[in-house]
């Protein structure tokens, strides 16, 4: 979207690529510059649209999580990329479907959801439509695999699999923490030492960001509106309009500054 947010993005590449290196070459300093110089030697950085997918053959969507603005850009794109070329959704709970249908190639058309941090998280959730050809499906999975990936197959549902389970949780977290029933540290320690979770559901959403958090509610809640697992927090609300977004603005429901 433009040069500033492209050089940010450089470098947590840059910063990951050194990262993952030296894990593996622990006491080898040229094994890691080699890795790490032919790793970004591959990587290419645009704010042309146009050019970055004129010959592609797989694009992966990791925009704002709004199904309109999602439709919008598949639309665009699929009038410029070629038409082999794969595209997949890398949305956490939106329809998979109906980003599809706004393009002429269906049957290569697929949710392929990572999980954060990228890097480290060896998930990944695969959706196929009823329309997704089983070529694209074993292609992705191949992809997938290549990565160092565990790929996992659902429907095309709202939430998929962990965030249909994730947003349960997190729904309850925070009206425990509206009643005044736990502080969202004792939730967040229960979480981790009770349940045996890497983190707590506040941890998660402020990794995660707080306006993607609340993002994703509102749309399952529009979608959905008599789930009662998705109800949208005043808390949350409070927060993003605050500008409280979690880690990236330096606070959330805890302070990173």
């Given at each position: ?17 050194n990262r ?14 080699s ?17 970055a997918?004129?010959s ?5 969507e ?11 850009f ?7 990329a ?15 479907a ?29 959706i ?24 996992i ?10 965030n ?18 736990a ?5 967040d ?65 805890y302070?990173?500054?």
């Amino acid at each position: 979207m433009s040069q500033q947010i492209l050089d940010k993005s450089r470098a947590e590449i840059e910063k990951n690529a050194n990262r993952f290196a030296r894990k593996l070459f622990k006491d080898d300093p040229d094994s890691v510059s080699s890795l790490v110089a032919e790793a970004l030697s591959r990587t290419t950085y645009s704010i042309n649209l146009e050019a970055a997918i004129a010959s592609a053959d797989l694009i992966i969507e990791a925009i704002v999580e709004n199904i309109e603005i999602k439709k919008e850009f598949f639309k665009r794109i699929d009038e410029i990329a070629p038409m082999h070329a794969i595209f997949v959704s890398n949305t956490s709970s939106l329809s998979i479907a109906e980003m599809s249908a706004v393009t002429k190639r269906e049957d290569r058309f697929a949710g392929f959801h990572f999980f954060n941090p990228v890097p480290l998280m060896k998930l990944i959730e695969l959706i196929r439509t009823e329309k997704t050809s089983d070529d694209t499906y074993t292609t992705l999975l191949a992809f997938g695999r290549a990565l160092g990936k565990t790929c996992i197959s659902c429907k095309d549902r709202p939430g998929f699999i962990v965030n249909r389970l994730l947003f349960t949780l997190t729904s309850e977290a925070l009206q425990m923490l509206e009643r005044g029933d736990a502080t969202a540290r004792d939730i967040d320690t229960a979480t981790k030492l009770g349940l045996g979770h890497p983190m707590g559901p506040f941890e998660l959403m402020d990794m995660v960001g707080l306006d993607v958090t609340l993002n994703i509610l509102q749309e399952r809640q529009k979608r959905f509106p008599n789930d009662p697992n998705v109800i949208t927090s005043p808390t949350l609300e409070k927060m993003v309009s605050a500008n409280k977004l979690g880690v990236k603005s330096g606070e959330g429901f805890y302070s990173y500054k």
